[in-house]
């Protein structure tokens, strides 16, 4: 399912080949987050225009709306949102420790009550993995505990206890026709745990392994340890997905440090906030400075905004609340992400990477804005 190309000779970045039942992805690759069944404000033929090989869904929220009986009559997720195309879903896991309010961890999963309209939910490794195989997904994710990065060593220590404990349980449920399914490494930035949790999900055996654990709201020195510490002990012909990062010079590091699949909600979330994502970092194109700049968002983006809009006409189209500039907004930020995955492919394949990495990180500025808003949990 997975095929590893080549490995770069400067850092760990990989190019790969990952094949699903919609179609093969080129990795690394850049995932589109598709909460409510939809990549907000683009739809799915300017997302496959823009070069986006797989959107991710979420197993969560469709399940509580439209729900699965909705879903199911449709012919499953594909056919429900008319996307082609490979689509991963997550277990919902992240969402019943985020978002709900929960009553009661039990041993074979969670009793917790919607977020929306306070109904009691229970949600644990059998249902996740059901819900996914008749949501029909190219990959399903193991129903696993993700901790704050507050959580006391026990609490972590538990975590990754019944993570491994559902992961098992998870690897014997029915899927769907082909049908890949991804374990998850927990355990915060405590390496016996990152190791423990590793050794007991690869002796399990899954398809690919994700790192979770990450974006939820740690400082980025202590993000890339946890990957790192993770990282080490995966399986060289696997695929590596690195849960819920980043802004684009982290994906980067983290290519260099062996992770293959991305997803954020920073491209549709900063778009919200009338900012955009360029290669020397985000600029706010709702507050620019200048009224009166004709330039595109970015010299040299492919996107459809750059190549038809002016930043003066975008910023007016955000300060007047028309829909279409937040729409041009969102369609650059995804389309210079999939273009950076798109370099970082090119650079590995033609051996320059190390030159592509030191550039790239060289000339992106992060703001504190971004990367704070990166920790916000509600739409994932
Ligand atoms: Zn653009």
Same mark, same amino acid.
């Given at each position: 399912?997975?095929?590893?190309?080549?490995?770069?000779?400067?850092?760990?970045?990989?190019?790969?080949?990952?094949?699903?039942?919609?179609?093969?992805? /080129? *990795?690394?690759?850049?995932?589109?987050?598709?909460?409510?069944?939809?990549?907000?404000?683009?739809?799915?033929?300017?997302?496959?225009?823009?070069?986006?090989?797989?959107?991710?869904?979420?197993?969560?929220?469709?399940?509580?709306?439209?729900?699965?009986?909705?879903?199911?009559?449709?012919?499953?997720?594909?056919?429900?949102?008319?996307?082609?195309?490979?689509?991963?879903? +997550?277990?919902?896991?992240?969402?019943?420790?985020?978002?709900?309010?929960?009553?009661?961890?039990?041993?074979?999963?969670?009793?917790?009550?919607?977020?929306?309209?306070?109904?009691?939910?229970?949600?644990?490794?059998?249902?996740?993995?059901?819900?996914?195989?008749?949501?029909?997904? +190219? &990959?399903?994710?193991?129903?696993?505990?993700?901790?704050?990065?507050?959580?006391?060593?026990? @609490?972590?220590?538990?975590?990754?206890?019944?993570?491994?404990?559902?992961?098992?349980?998870?690897?014997?449920?029915?899927?769907?026709?082909?049908?890949?399914?991804?374990? &998850?490494?927990?355990?915060?930035? /405590?390496?016996?745990?990152?190791?423990?949790?590793?050794?007991? #999900?690869?002796?399990?055996?899954?398809?690919?392994?994700?790192?979770?654990?990450?974006?939820?709201?740690?400082?980025?020195?202590?993000?890339?340890?946890?990957?790192?510490?993770?990282?080490?002990?995966?399986?060289?012909?696997?695929?590596?997905?690195?849960?819920?990062?980043? *802004?684009?010079?982290?994906?980067?590091? #983290?290519?260099?440090?062996?992770?293959?699949?991305?997803?954020?909600?920073?491209?549709?979330?900063?778009?919200?906030?009338?900012?955009?994502?360029?290669?020397?970092? !985000? &600029?706010?194109?709702?507050?620019?400075?200048?009224?009166? +700049?004709?330039?595109?968002?970015?010299?040299?983006? /492919?996107?459809?905004?750059?190549?038809?809009?002016?930043?003066?006409?975008?910023?007016?189209?955000?300060?007047?609340? @028309?829909?279409?500039?937040?729409?041009?907004? !969102?369609?650059?930020?995804?389309?210079?992400?999939?273009?950076?995955? @798109?370099?970082?492919?090119?650079? &590995?394949?033609?051996?320059?990477?190390?030159?592509?990495?030191?550039?790239?990180?060289?000339?992106?500025?992060?703001?504190?804005?971004?990367?704070?808003?990166?920790?916000?949990?509600?739409?994932?």
């Amino acid at each position: 399912m997975f095929e590893l190309l080549k490995v770069d000779s400067s850092s760990k970045a990989r190019l790969g080949r990952l094949t699903t039942p919609h179609g093969v992805i /080129d *990795t690394p690759v850049f995932m589109s987050v598709g909460t409510q069944g939809s990549v907000k404000a683009i739809d799915p033929r300017e997302l496959r225009e823009m070069g986006t090989q797989i959107i991710l869904g979420n197993t969560y929220h469709l399940s509580i709306r439209p729900g699965m009986e909705i879903i199911r009559a449709a012919g499953g997720l594909h056919s429900f949102i008319n996307w082609p195309a490979p689509i991963l879903t +997550d277990s919902g896991g992240f969402q019943v420790f985020s978002l709900a309010t929960i009553r009661k961890i039990q041993a074979h999963g969670v009793e917790f009550r919607s977020h929306l309209d306070g109904s009691l939910l229970f949600l644990g490794p059998k249902e996740a993995m059901a819900i996914q195989r008749e949501l029909g997904s +190219d &990959i399903a994710m193991v129903f696993d505990e993700c901790p704050a990065h507050t959580s006391t060593p026990r @609490e972590l220590r538990a975590a990754v206890e019944r993570t491994v404990r559902w992961a098992r349980e998870c690897r014997e449920q029915p899927r769907a026709p082909g049908q890949l399914v991804f374990g &998850i490494v927990q355990g915060g930035t /405590d390496p016996s745990l990152r190791e423990l949790c590793a050794r007991e #999900l690869i002796a399990t055996g899954f398809d690919g392994y994700a790192i979770g654990g990450v974006s939820v709201g740690e400082p980025e020195p202590e993000m890339l340890r946890a990957v790192e510490l993770a990282e080490q002990f995966l399986p060289i012909g696997q695929a590596r997905y690195a849960m819920g990062l980043g *802004t684009p010079a982290q994906l980067v590091e #983290l290519v260099a440090r062996g992770v293959d699949i991305f997803d954020c909600v920073l491209p549709a979330r900063v778009a919200r906030n009338g900012t955009a994502f360029t290669r020397k970092g !985000s &600029i706010s194109i709702k507050g620019g400075a200048k009224k009166a +700049d004709f330039r595109p968002i970015e010299e040299g983006c /492919d996107c459809f905004a750059c190549r038809h809009f002016t930043r003066a006409y975008l910023r007016h189209l955000l300060n007047v609340g @028309e829909i279409l500039g937040l729409r041009m907004l !969102s369609v650059h930020n995804t389309r210079m992400y999939l273009r950076v995955m @798109e370099d970082v492919r090119k650079a &590995i394949a033609s051996a320059t990477f190390a030159e592509f990495r030191r550039e790239f990180v060289a000339n992106y500025v992060p703001t504190q804005k971004v990367l704070l808003a990166r920790a916000a949990a509600a739409d994932r």
